[in-house]
């Protein structure tokens, strides 16, 4: 990611660098000083040569200080010399200068380098140079618009290197983020396909009670570990991290089974839909085990249409007819009036000997 980085970065180097040469070959009548103008333009030549030089051998070289630094230097002087190679007059004309473009790629690179803070400050340094170009170029500052202009120079220059290293923040971290979830898939894989199935069969299999509890809580942690439960979100259980909770309990009270199923891209939550959501499913399992002696139940969680979470909890249990059966309070204030109070809502479809499945949106 930063080799790409860094290309991009060494692509807009050579554009700057091309412009500032046909500035100064367009402008050859208008330059005072002609050969400090040549000297500055190679030198910035010699940087974009070294630093591409860099890139191709070994690219973490540019994210070091020195080239860092040597590149800045040379942007500042484009920009302090100008008003020594150009006619007085020039600092506040239209016309273009040579220190524009090329010196926001030393800024750019502090950014990807040493992070926003440094790019920043770099850029307000480089900016401040242009204050000394007008003095070289014998202009004074007197009206609002010449202060303007000085200012929006410092400004760009600041708010491009701090937006530059903001990125490469991000991209770092985004980087980091999926190289974890890759390693944690491939571990996921190993495991599904070795250890948990062994498990499993071992829980089906074990004639001692002691043993098939202990196969299943091992299978139990290790899918909670590999889907993230185990890790913290902000103080506090997530909603997947939350049900597997709430499973679990239900299987140590109950001897039955519950699986949780969550999908990959499930939106995050508000505290107060997560803990309603999670309080629905806790009772709807324990109407499960208590009502319906279900052996086994699955909790299905899934992004909702139009936003929010949708949540089924579907048992094997006796089952009843919603129409006969007057609805529990357990039913109708855990389940029902949970999320009613969070905007959410709930249904249950049943039918005698068939199971129970409670379906559940929260938004």
């Known amino acids: 990611m930063e080799r790409s980085v860094l290309q991009g970065l060494a692509l807009f180097r050579w554009g ?39 890139l191709r051998r070994d690219h973490t070289a540019l994210l070091r200080p020195a080239p860092v630094l040597a590149e800045l230097a040379v ?49 307000v340094v480089v900016g401040l140079a242009r204050f000394g170009s007008v003095v070289a170029n014998g202009a004074s500052v007197e009206t609002t618009g010449q202060v303007l202009s000085l200012a929006s120079t410092v400004v760009f220059y600041a708010l491009g290197g701090a937006a530059a290293g903001y990125l490469m923040g991000l991209l770092r971290r985004a980087e980091r983020e999926i190289s974890a979830a890759r390693a944690r898939e491939e571990v996921a894989r190993t495991l599904h396909d070795g250890v948990l199935q062994t498990l499993a069969l071992v829980e089906r299999r074990a004639t001692d009670p002691g043993l098939a509890r ?11 570990f590999l889907a993230g439960a185990a890790l913290p979100n902000g103080g506090r259980p997530d909603l997947a991290g939350a049900l597997r909770l709430a499973a679990a309990r239900f299987e140590d009270t109950f001897g039955a089974r519950a699986d949780v199923v969550v999908a990959g891209d499930l939106p995050v939550l508000g505290r107060a839909p997560c ?31 139009g936003g929010g979470v949708f949540c089924s909890v579907k048992d094997d249990g006796s089952g009843f007819d919603p129409a006969q059966a007057p609805e529990r309070m357990g039913l109708a204030r855990s389940v029902r009036g949970r999320l009613a109070d969070v905007g959410g809502r709930a249904d249950v479809r049943s039918r005698p000997g068939d199971g129970t499945e409670v379906c559940l949106w929260a938004p």
Not at 22 to 45: Q, S, T
Not at 105 to 112: F, S, T, W
Not at 280 to 304: C, I, Q, S
Request: glycine residues 10%; hydrophobic residues 55%.
């Open 75 to 123: 942007g500042a002087a484009l920009v302090l010399c100008d008003g020594l190679v150009f006619a007085e007059g020039h600092a506040f004309a239209t016309a273009q200068s040579l220190g524009s473009m090329w010196p926001l790629a030393g800024i750019l690179a502090a950014g990807v380098a040493l992070g926003p803070v440094v790019a920043a400050a770099a850029g």
């Open 214 to 224: 202990l196969a299943r809580q091992t299978e139990r942690d290790l899918r909670g």
């Open 275 to 305: 803990e309603a959501l999670t309080g629905a499913v806790t009772e709807a399992l324990t109407n499960a085990g208590k009502h319906g002696a279900a052996k086994k139940v699955t909790v299905y969680v899934e992004p909702a249409e």
């Open 16 to 54: 700057a660098w091309l412009w500032v040469a046909g500035v100064l070959a367009v402008a050859d009548r208008e330059l005072v000083r002609p050969k400090l103008a040549v000297v500055l333009v190679a030198l910035a030549l010699g940087v974009t040569v070294y630093d591409s030089v860099l």
